[in-house]
């Protein structure tokens, strides 16, 4: 069959592509949620994502079987993957590409899957999973331990039967009018609620983990405490927080200073779905006065 008799073929068996469809939100029970890290006092943060099947099946439902495809290739050392989906007004073939990441039991195998999926992310499959809100809770006693290969480290035990618990989940739309997550519960296999967040109140969170370790003091002569509140409140309360601050410390509320240094780890928290922009700024805000030069330029990461 020639090129061009395989496009005509093609043509006529993609249906009219509506990018919509893909970037629906996906069903609760098709998300996956696994142990991202856990303190030495239990406190453990929960990560929700994709597999690659996931992926496969969406554009399956959009697209019909067969009517798109996948590509790796290697640049600079590095896995890539590219899906190709066919746009008929063009009459060609349209790409998006995304680098994976190693797992740590398959290399290769995992840089496959993870570049897919980022791929796929750029098509809009899973992309409200960065809506998702920070997943911290109080794990008991008997479910995480030391690891015995890194005793400074915690590991969950076989009494944490995460993949057994049950989660609901309701959507809203924020102001821009994207899917926004309005209530989450997570059920164990007990059906006791462990987690339960509510847009603007959240029950049994665990204590904000540090973005950074808090650099050293520094002096802003363009800025005063007047013009920030630390914590985002009003300029009373930030004085106040200053004031208690510098009581416990004995030196003044420090500025945060080091955005170029650290650009490169907070847009890889945010593109891995770890964290997003509002956790980082309200980290900060809880250590630091940030410029609002600075908070713009960490917003911007996540657009």
């Given at each position: 069959m020639t090129n061009e008799a395989a496009k005509a073929t093609v043509q006529n068996l993609v249906p009219t592509l509506n990018l919509s469809d893909l970037r629906k939100v996906l069903p609760i029970n098709r998300v996956e949620f696994r142990i991202q890290t856990i303190?030495?006092?239990g406190n453990a943060r929960i990560l929700a994502y994709k597999d690659a099947r996931v992926d496969m099946d969406r554009l399956d439902e959009v697209l019909g079987v067969g009517n798109w495809q996948?590509?790796?290739?290697t640049i600079d050392g590095n896995l890539y993957c590219s899906v190709g989906i066919w746009n008929r007004e063009l009459n060609q073939w349209v790409w998006v590409q995304d680098v994976g990441t190693e797992s740590q039991t398959e290399a290769e195998k995992g840089q496959a899957s993870d570049s897919f999926k980022r791929a796929c992310f750029n098509l809009g499959i899973g992309r409200e999973l960065?809506?998702?809100p920070v997943i911290q809770l109080k794990l008991k006693d008997n479910e995480f331990?030391?690891?015995p290969k890194k005793p400074e480290k915690m590991r969950q035990t076989w009494n944490l039967k995460l993949r057994q618990w049950s989660w609901d989940i309701r959507w809203g739309t924020d102001e821009s009018g994207r899917p926004?997550?309005?209530s989450l519960l997570g059920y164990d296999e007990k059906g006791v609620i462990r987690f339960n967040f509510s847009l603007g109140h959240q029950t049994n969170k665990a204590p904000k983990k540090e973005v950074?370790?808090?650099p050293a003091n520094s002096d802003d002569p363009q800025e005063s405490l007047n013009e920030q509140a630390p914590h985002g409140g009003t300029t009373q309360s930030a004085k106040q927080q200053a004031r208690e601050y510098e009581q416990a410390t004995g030196g003044p509320w420090p500025w945060y200073n080091d955005f170029d240094k650290h650009r490169d780890?907070?847009?890889d928290k945010i593109a891995d779905g770890e964290l997003t922009v509002e956790d980082i700024l309200d980290d900060l805000k809880s250590r630091h006065r940030i410029s609002k030069a600075v908070e713009t330029k960490?917003?911007?990461l996540g657009k």
């Open positions: 303190s030495k006092a996948r590509k790796h290739e960065y809506s998702y331990e030391p690891d926004e997550v309005t950074l370790e808090p780890t907070f847009y960490i917003r911007n």
